[in-house]
């Protein structure tokens, strides 16, 4: 018997409401709730289990939070409504001692600032009240962190080179339009990029540096080292990493929208007077821009993420390749939604199913590569996000 609460009717969290419904024997009883109620009711109408309950609530606000979990007593609270609410929700979690999971760090909304210290701050708390906090239980952050993990306990005596590439080949048949929350998205691509390099964060321009790298299945794509927040926490807990990066997939559409986008003002995330009304632009722009969760429908193509890792084992140098290749059409057809909610949503599942079945369960505050990787990368591969290696493959990097 074990109860969860999701919060947030998202994208992400129209696939997780699929997927913990699917694993019956663990999530015996499931609560949906988020801002806009109607969304919860439209998601679980669409599953059609009954055990799924649905309520509003504004994740912003602690004392309805608390109110709504003593209402319901849930085991675990499943965070993926906007990362401006992690730490609302980690309160709540603490005041009623309910175990606690995300996919993305929390940020404040007036500075576009990826960090676990806010998070990591809660690490005494947690352990004290007895209750268990997993962070960045997506794909990237998640996913890529298991595999890290898997690698280092598996293939290598010493990891020293990780490279983190995500690649959406995918064709939404839209100008322009972000695969998860475009407020979130925007603010993370835009920012300057950032990487680690013989024990310190060298900082680059946006997009500065680029190349092509190649997908299996897919082909060569170009490929931008951007800042993402896993590397924060994989330098610290993998301290033998030499160089540890990030590697996003742009098309020349993409970018060219964004360049506009920002040229004109539109990402400001600081309020501007309109018509006598306090406005911010990036918050309207997501107005105007195609809901993410819509885009599933005619969503043709792939997504491919993975790391490249160099090492050493048994005294010689190494390279490891692991990836997961999504299509979006396999996943609109299971769950409603493109690829980039199902490869976010899947992984959230699995991380409650860890924790429920006791096997990441520790008081206090952990980045899923703290925790044993191998249930995790078995329980990928039986939920949808099967996963491939290559041994002394040619890396590129
Ligand atoms: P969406 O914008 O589609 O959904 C967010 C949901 O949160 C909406 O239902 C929204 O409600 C709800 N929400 C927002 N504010 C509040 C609030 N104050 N109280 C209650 N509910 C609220 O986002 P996605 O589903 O695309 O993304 C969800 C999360 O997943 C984000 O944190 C994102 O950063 C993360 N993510 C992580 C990835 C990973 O690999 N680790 C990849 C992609 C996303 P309403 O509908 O009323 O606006």
Not at 64 to 92: G, R
Not at 207 to 227: A, D, F, R, T, V
Not at 267 to 292: C, H, S, T, W
Request: hydrophobic letters at 40%.
């Amino acid at each position: 018997m074990s109860k969860v609460l999701i919060i947030g009717a998202g994208g992400v969290g129209t696939v997780v409401a699929h997927k913990v419904a699917q694993v019956k024997d663990v999530f015996t009883d499931i609560m949906l709730a988020s801002r806009t109620k109607s969304k919860c009711d439209a998601i679980a109408k669409a599953i059609g289990d009954s055990r799924i309950k649905t309520a509003a609530v504004d994740a912003e606000n602690v004392p309805q939070l608390i109110e709504l979990i003593n209402s319901f007593k849930p085991d675990m609270v499943i965070n993926v409504a906007l990362p401006y609410q992690d730490l609302t929700i980690m309160d709540a979690c603490l005041a009623t001692k309910t175990s606690y999971l995300d996919t993305a760090n929390y940020e404040p909304k007036e500075e576009a600032k990826f960090e676990y210290s806010w998070q990591w701050a809660y690490q005494e708390k947690f352990k004290q009240a007895g209750i268990t906090a997993i962070l960045g239980c997506g794909f990237d952050p998640g996913v890529t962190s298991v595999f890290t993990a898997y690698a280092a306990k598996h293939h290598f005596d010493e990891i020293q080179y990780l490279d983190i590439v995500d690649c959406n080949a995918g064709d939404h048949g839209k100008a322009f339009a972000t695969n998860f929350n475009p407020e979130i998205n925007i603010r993370e691509v835009t920012q300057k990029g950032k990487y680690w390099e013989n024990g310190k964060w060298v900082e680059t321009q946006p997009h500065e540096i680029h190349k092509p790298l190649n997908y299996p299945g897919i082909g060569p794509k170009e490929s931008y080292l951007i800042y993402h927040e896993e590397l924060e926490s994989l330098v610290k807990n993998f301290p033998t990493l030499k160089r540890a990066r990030f590697w996003m997939t742009f098309g020349q559409e993409y970018l060219t929208h964004l360049r506009v986008i920002q040229n004109i003002g539109m990402a400001r995330i600081d309020p501007v007077m309109y018509n006598g009304v306090e406005i911010v632009p990036i918050q309207f722009l997501k107005a105007v821009l195609p809901n993410p969760g819509d885009l599933g429908e005619n969503y043709k193509g792939w997504t491919s993420i993975g790391c490249r890792i160099r090492g050493l084992k048994d005294g010689k140098e190494k390279t490891y390749y692991v990836y997961n290749n999504c299509s979006h059409e396999e996943a609109y057809k299971e769950t409603g939604t493109q690829g980039v909610s199902y490869t976010t949503g899947v992984p959230a599942m699995i991380g409650a199913m860890m924790y429920l079945k006791g096997l990441w369960k520790k008081p206090g505050v952990f980045n899923v590569e703290e925790f044993d990787p191998d249930p995790f990368m078995e329980a990928l591969n039986k939920h949808g996000l099967p996963w491939v290696e290559v041994h002394n493959g040619d890396l590129e990097l």
